[in-house]
């Protein structure tokens, strides 16, 4: 579904990826892993064409989505919540979810999307009319991630979901993330909680000074001994 | 001296040009010479603009009707106390402090395009006012000011015009290389980021907005005495434009910019005036492109070009010294 | 900023918008009320019936340039040369189709003529959108504020001075679109024309109001002058919803125009006073914020008439803009303001 290709990227001057692969076949849940500022949320910001790659190529469902904007990218069916979530803060959650299903003109199927957000997050219904800049930090990370499902995506990009959470809420996001695996959702995950998003996820890669150190199906992984040494203070 | 001047090659170079420029032709017609002294009075303004505009990023939208308020004072103490314009200057330099200081503490909490707006209608305040009260100014009417000397020749009025603007050169230039122009810059940046390492931003700003008003005072006041007439409209806000024009075509942030492209950019202007008076307007259609043009293509302005092209030995041509920094 | 900090900011505005606003506002407000009630015992009630008709207008104004501030973040000073441009289109078409049909349905032109200049200004706006600050957008992040700002003083000066090449200086007016008799309200007499412009502010206002409030489209303008990444991870096209904005900005102002054309007839100047005031009346309000810019209208308004009344009209620019400098010492994000979006500060 998303091949990444020898993808190079950064700020200005700044290099932060040097010639990152990665590919998530339909229907997985791919952890991206990795210690801070190895180049995990801009990876993803490139996926999500907010971040133009300087070499390599990205393709979504046998699309290049070089050259595209991320508001093209976002109506090809690929789900972003940022790590800043980038909410509408003066508005109420109903217009969150309203906004977040912007490209879709078909009322019911809108109506059906929210049933579906609602069903998943029961927190969300019953804040709806408040304003989103008034929610707290778990209900502000279910309303991006509600937002972000509003446009029906094929592919959903998490980037840091249990960033700034409280354990019992890490885990509410993360089972509600399971889910959606389960529904048959492709998701990709940007996360620094190692032992618990390699509980979670099929297949994960690890990400170190802008490159991938180490790849491969999750389970395998929880056993290496680079991962248990640098990630899990085992051993 | 010597490795003062070595340093300020560019300055005195330039310096010299416009010394011996009204002695050569075609430049020593008189017509040509009210250009020149335009000029001069245009580059200096656009300096003083620019040591707001250009560093703590505050664009001072009322900066005519400050320049202009120099302009009256001094007029009207040549007038009522019968004083010398030399002298009477000093009034203006006063006065438009003054008003700087007043509008830097009354702004003071602002950010950027408020304050703008702030000095704006200050700048509106200020020339209702002087309009209205024409017992003082004769409003619309016009007062007639005393000139420097009785002179048919403008080549006096343009050495002190020259001196004057080189004059509000230095002393802007040396206070935006000390560290108080390092507080300047910082505050310009981020005014954040500046109090949080320390620069006390009310105190630079208040600063900023009276020695750049102070300097406009004077040369407003040298309007006065040079054209020998004031009307309210020198306080207007397409004034301020004019000046707002020539300091972003030259280049915000560097001084000598601003002050290097005032004197073609009036040559340009005039000569359309003379030259076009069969479209009235159009000198400030093209004005306004030029104007649109280089913000959205090279926002830097003359300054960033010529820094950019100096690698290429451009330097001694251009006559431009070092940039700061 | 940290989720909590932000939470603790947007808590305190959510607790009902009066509660933040202090002693300045409630002053001014009661300023207001006491002028209000003063100048019409002193004065008569057309100083209210005044201030409401060219408070509509002004509203109108303003709240294109609080519109074009909050959602691209240009402090637009071009905004009273779209004034002009409803002027001008006002007139051109006005003149031209008023005589073409009489009768019965002679009503229905100064409908037509303000429906041409709200699309003649929109059409205007776009394009220079679409020409400038699309532009600009594409290649400059830094100092946006300040280097927007100066390219509309540069739009300004060219649409001024291109008018007047074109143009020239005589004034394009028309003495009234209607030539009904005044109709008289609490015993004063009002033009139709006024009747008229005070009806088309309204319908205007509450026209954008519901646009910004309800639809998908003023939905979408909210949500990129809220949050431009939000905006473009739901898919909105931010450029294109951009350019429209300015675009309904401009029409506003030339429907404006347009509207006041028995008042204001075009000439290259004519925008200058409009812009003075929607400033003020933005600044007052706080920028970028429509809804306040609309109460602010009518302050503004009502100071004017009450000022051009009892101290002259040669005054009636002046004390506005002194009282703002007042107000603004006091409350530096204006009356309405709610404070400064990051992005606004350098």
Not at chain 2, 140 to 160: A, C, M, Q, R
Not at chain 2, 302 to 317: E, T, W, Y
Not at chain 3, 91 to 111: D, H, K, M
Request: charged share 15%.
């Amino acid at each position: 579904m998303l091949e990444v290709e020898a993808v190079d990227s950064g700020y200005g001057f700044l290099q932060v990826l040097h010639g990152v692969n990665l590919r998530v076949e339909e229907g997985e849940l791919v952890a991206i892993l990795g210690p801070n500022g190895a180049g995990k949320s801009t990876m993803l910001k490139c996926i999500a064409g907010m971040l133009r790659p300087w070499r390599g190529e990205i393709r979504f469902r046998n699309r290049s989505l070089a050259g595209l904007k991320a508001n093209r990218v976002s109506r090809l069916g690929m789900g972003y919540v940022s790590e800043t979530l980038n909410l509408f803060t003066g508005m109420s959650v109903y217009e969150n979810l309203l906004l977040g299903a912007y490209a879709i003109t078909d009322h019911e199927i809108r109506r059906q999307s929210l049933d579906f957000v609602f069903d998943l997050f029961p927190r969300l219904a019953e804040r709806r009319p408040q304003l989103a800049g008034t929610l707290s930090g778990g209900e502000r990370k279910m309303l991006a991630i509600g937002r972000a499902l509003m446009g029906r995506p094929a592919l959903l990009l998490v980037d840091e979901p249990s960033l700034g959470l409280a354990p019992l809420l890490t885990q509410s996001v993360f089972a509600a993330l399971k889910r959606l695996s389960q529904d048959g959702l492709t998701i990709l995950l940007v996360e620094q909680n190692v032992p618990g998003t390699l509980e979670m996820a099929d297949r994960a890669y690890v990400l170190e000074q802008g490159a991938v150190v180490l790849e491969g199906p999750a389970r395998r992984l929880q056993e290496t001994a680079h991962i248990q040494e640098v990630y899990m203070g085992l051993r | 001296m010597i490795a003062y001047l070595k340093r300020r090659r560019g300055l005195a170079l330039g310096a010299i040009v416009l010394l011996v420029l009204p002695l050569i032709p075609p430049f020593d017609q008189e017509d040509i010479r009210r250009w020149l002294v335009a000029g001069a009075l245009f580059a200096g303004l656009a300096i003083a603009f620019d040591f707001t505009a250009g560093y703590i990023n505050v664009v001072n939208f009322g900066f005519a009707a400050f320049s202009g308020a120099g302009g009256y004072a001094s007029a009207l103490v040549a007038i009522h106390f019968n004083l010398p314009p030399v002298i009477s200057m000093f009034a203006g330099v006063l006065v438009a402090g003054l008003l700087g200081l007043f509008t830097g503490v009354l702004t003071l909490r602002f950010r950027g395009i408020y304050a703008a707006v702030a000095a704006w209608f200050l700048g509106l305040a200020l020339l209702g006012i002087t309009r209205n009260i024409t017992p003082l100014t004769r409003g619309p009417l016009g007062l007639s000011v005393p000139t420097f000397l009785e002179s048919d020749s403008n080549l006096p009025f343009y050495y002190i015009a020259l001196g004057m603007m080189v004059v509000t050169y230095l002393v802007l230039k040396a206070v935006t290389e000390s560290r108080t122009g390092l507080a300047f810059r910082a505050i310009g940046q981020n005014m954040e980021a500046a109090r949080a390492s320390g620069v006390n931003p009310t105190r630079y700003r208040i600063l900023n907005f009276t020695l750049s008003c102070m300097f406009a005072g004077w040369l407003g006041a040298f309007y006065a005495h040079y054209y020998a007439i004031l009307t309210p409209d020198v306080m207007n806000t397409t004034q301020t434009v004019q000046v707002l024009v020539i300091a972003y075509l030259g280049g915000r942030g560097s001084l000598w910019g601003p002050a290097a492209i005032a004197f073609p950019m009036i040559f340009i202007t005039e000569w359309l005036r003379a030259n076009l008076d069969r479209f009235p307007g159009l000198d400030l259609v093209i004005y306004g492109i030029v104007l649109i043009l280089v913000m959205v293509y090279y926002p830097g302005g003359f300054a960033a070009l010529v820094s950019a092209l100096r690698p290429q030995g451009i330097r001694l041509i251009c006559g431009v010294g070092r940039v700061g920094k | 900023m940290s989720a909590v900090k932000q939470a603790r900011r947007h808590g305190r505005r959510s607790r009902l918008e009066f509660a933040s606003m202090r002693s300045p506002v409630v002053l001014t407000l009661a300023v207001t009320a006491a002028v209000a009630i003063v100048g019409t015992a002193r004065a008569g009630p057309f100083i209210i019936v005044n201030g409401l008709v060219t408070g509509a207008i002004w509203a109108l104004v303003a709240a294109g340039l609080a519109l074009v501030f909050g959602v691209m973040n240009i402090p637009n000073f071009a905004q009273g040369e779209f004034f002009l441009v409803g002027s001008l289109s006002g007139y051109l078409v006005f003149t031209n189709v008023s005589p073409r049909i009489g009768g019965g349905l002679a009503w229905a032109a100064p409908i037509i003529t303000i429906l041409v200049a709200l699309l003649v200004g929109m059409l205007v706006g776009g394009l220079l959108d679409v020409v400038i600050f699309g532009q600009m957008r594409r290649r400059i992040r830094e100092q946006w504020v300040m280097n927007t700002f100066v390219v509309t003083v540069g739009i300004s000066v060219v649409m001024i001075n291109g008018y007047q090449l074109i143009w020239g200086t005589d004034y394009r007016g028309i003495p009234a679109y209607f030539t009904a008799p005044p109709i008289h309200v609490l015993g004063v007499g009002i033009a139709i024309d006024r009747v008229f412009a005070l009806a088309v502010g309204a319908v205007a206002i509450s026209g954008l109001w519901a646009l910004l409030r309800f639809a998908r489209l003023g939905r979408a303008i909210r949500a990129v002058s809220q949050d431009e990444a939000g905006a473009l991870m739901s898919g909105i096209d931010i450029s294109r919803i951009q350019t429209l904005t300015f675009a309904i900005s401009s029409g506003l102002a030339a429907l404006a125009g347009a509207t006041l054309l028995f008042n204001f007839p075009a000439f290259p100047y004519v925008g200058i006073k409009p812009l003075y005031v929607a400033w003020t009346v933005v600044i007052l309000a706080g920028l970028g914020n429509v809804g306040g810019a609309v109460v602010a209208g009518f302050i503004i308004a009502l100071f004017q008439t009450s000022t051009s009344y009892f101290i002259g009209s040669q005054w009636e620019d002046v004390v506005p803009f002194a009282l703002i400098v007042v107000i603004l010492a006091l409350r530096p994000n204006g009356l309405f303001g709610r404070g400064v979006r990051g992005v606004w500060e350098q």
